[in-house]
């Protein structure tokens, strides 16, 4: 995180642009530390996901997820993402690729233009994820495994405090 600070206000500020805000809910004295909590984790998770102006904790929809359960998530990890992990691997196209394809709602059109690549080369690397992970996108459960651990793996931003 970069520079953080807390405090209670009325309502939530009006002019944000390029800034990053994290609210919690409206909430009683006694609900505070409740209401602080919930407010860090959107901030951890706009962070993550490098989202701007206001967020609440619902706003970035299952994003906060993952951030949770680290135990789940390194069985997972080992399972189905080990074989990105080995030293010849030392390009991270084939992991940076099918993430921006969820990204995109599996446009190849649109992750072909954002990573500046042809279709065919998105198409690839897609084919070759599936492969070294053995999770098919093409299965809702493979595909939100996928998502999960694709976006726990991201580069975390780095803090200048």
């Given at each position: 995180m970069s520079?953080?600070?807390?405090?209670i206000a009325?309502?939530?500020?009006?002019?944000?642009?390029g800034h990053l805000v994290a609210g919690g809910p409206s909430a009683t004295l006694d609900q505070l530390h409740d209401g602080f909590q919930e407010a860090i984790l959107a901030l951890t998770t706009a962070e993550q996901f490098h989202l701007s102006g206001l967020v609440r904790l619902a706003d970035p929809g299952p994003?906060?997820?993952?951030?949770?359960?680290t135990r789940i998530a390194a069985g997972l990890s080992v399972r189905h993402m080990r074989a990105l992990d080995t030293p010849a691997r030392a390009t991270t196209d084939i992991e940076d690729t099918p993430r921006v394809y969820l990204e995109c709602d599996q446009q190849v059109r649109e992750v072909a233009r954002r990573l500046a690549v042809h279709q065919n080369t998105v198409r690839y690397r897609v084919h070759r994820f599936q492969e070294l992970t053995g999770l098919d996108l093409h299965r809702t459960e493979d595909l939100v495994t996928a998502w999960?651990?694709?976006?726990?793996?991201?580069?975390?931003p780095t803090s200048s405090t």
């Open positions: 520079r953080c600070l807390g405090f009325p309502g939530p500020p009006e002019h944000l642009t994003r906060p997820l993952v951030l949770s359960d999960w651990l694709l976006n726990r793996r991201r580069p975390r």
